[in-house]
């Protein structure tokens, strides 16, 4: 048992139930203890964390998080709780003796952000972000292929989330901007960790147009109305004139693939698509006509996943990579820095929109 790293969640609504059920399928983590203010979601949680095969006989479960670290029942926590609690909770936890993963977005503001790379750079534990569509398959193909040069330099990556509105949360928190960071803070900031991390370059600028124009319009609550945007598109520039491209629309679920991924380069282009898991593959062979080259097409998979969850089996490996970080056998794969940069290119986005201008990532940084 000394192998096993014993987690604790922090929080377990939706998404904290996701990484219970992601623990459970995984070899050598267990989760011993779990908290949640609500009483009815805490219960969920430790239902959920009863349900594995080597659940121990006794599960801490705790209102406060600061009673569950002091439980002395943890090894490693996950973070799951609503966005504008991550500062608070990351100011006891990163000070405390166990390994963090926090999931995005790291928090809502770069100044909060710039201070949890401090606190983590003074600990000895992996703190780690949870990006986990860096771990969807077709998407971790298209990332290596990059990294391979199989289309040289990347210039160009545009990403298309065309989805459905956000969903229901305990007391509908994410409704409002001050508390998510913002939908380019709160909805994308993995997307802006994506093309920061397949352009392979720290981004200099960005602009952006968006808006609120179909949902939550006519939503109250407690006297504020639902101010949080539906739509945008948002270029990030890199140095050398490359540039990534975001095109996000929240109230177009009737569409056939959730999200398009593309990465050009001077040799050609590569493609991700979600849900569908299908990788596409196109080498130029370009001789002066004006003849279009015909894509390799594969539907990807990963053998190694045990349990799909709400996001294609990218949890799961996230996890996977994560046991090995806290075991010392990998580097940390989406660092804080990662964590905060994706923030930056978010909080940029909307200074863009309410502005109406481009914004330097020098003013944020």
């Not at 969920?44 to 006794?58: F, I, R, V």
């Not at 926590?77 to 000070?95: G, Q, W």
């Not at 809502?108 to 780690?128: F, I, M």
């Not at 290596?144 to 969903?167: D, S, T, W, Y």
Request: net charge negative.
């Amino acid at each position: 048992m000394s192998d096993v790293i014993r987690y604790g969640i922090i929080g377990t609504g939706m998404m904290g139930l996701e990484h219970i059920y992601n623990i459970n399928a995984i070899e050598g983590g267990v989760v011993t203890a779990v908290s949640d203010p609500f009483e009815g979601s805490l219960a969920e949680g430790l239902k959920a964390a009863q349900e594995a095969s080597d659940a121990p006989d006794s599960i801490g479960a705790f209102e406060h998080h600061g009673e569950l670290l002091e439980s002395g029942l943890v090894d490693a926590v996950v973070i799951v709780s609503p966005n504008f609690t991550h500062k608070a909770i990351l100011d006891d936890v990163l000070t405390a003796d166990v390994h963090t993963l926090i999931e995005k977005p790291m928090c809502t503001t770069v100044d909060d952000c710039k201070t949890v790379v401090e606190l983590a750079g003074e600990s000895s534990k992996v703190t780690q972000v949870g990006m986990e569509y860096r771990y969807m398959p077709p998407v971790a193909r298209m990332i290596r292929e990059v990294k391979a040069g199989v289309i040289g330099e990347p210039q160009m990556m545009a990403i298309r989330e065309h989805r459905f509105p956000f969903l229901v949360k305990v007391g509908d928190w994410n409704r409002f901007s001050a508390n998510t960071g913002g939908t380019l803070v709160e909805k994308c900031c993995h997307f802006f960790d994506l093309m920061n991390l397949t352009i392979g370059a720290q981004p200099i600028r960005v602009m952006a147009s968006g808006g609120q124009n179909v949902n939550h319009l006519d939503e109250v609550y407690d006297g504020k109305t639902s101010d949080i945007l539906d739509n945008a598109f948002v270029v990030v520039e890199y140095p050398g004139g490359r540039r990534a491209m975001l095109d996000l629309c929240m109230f177009a679920e009737a569409t056939e693939h959730q999200e398009e991924m593309s990465v050009t380069g001077p040799k050609g282009k590569l493609e991700a698509l979600l849900p569908k898991s299908i990788f596409k593959k196109g080498i130029r062979n370009y001789q002066g006509g004006a003849d279009l080259v015909e894509p390799e097409i594969e539907e990807i998979h990963d053998d190694e996943i045990e349990y799909e969850g709400l996001h294609h089996g990218s949890s799961y490996l996230e996890h996977i990579d994560f046991l090995a970080a806290c075991r010392g056998e990998r580097d940390i794969e989406v660092t804080v820095h990662d964590g905060l940069m994706a923030v930056a290119v978010g909080a940029a986005a909307h200074m863009s929109i309410d502005q109406g201008r481009v914004v330097d990532l020098s003013e944020l940084l």
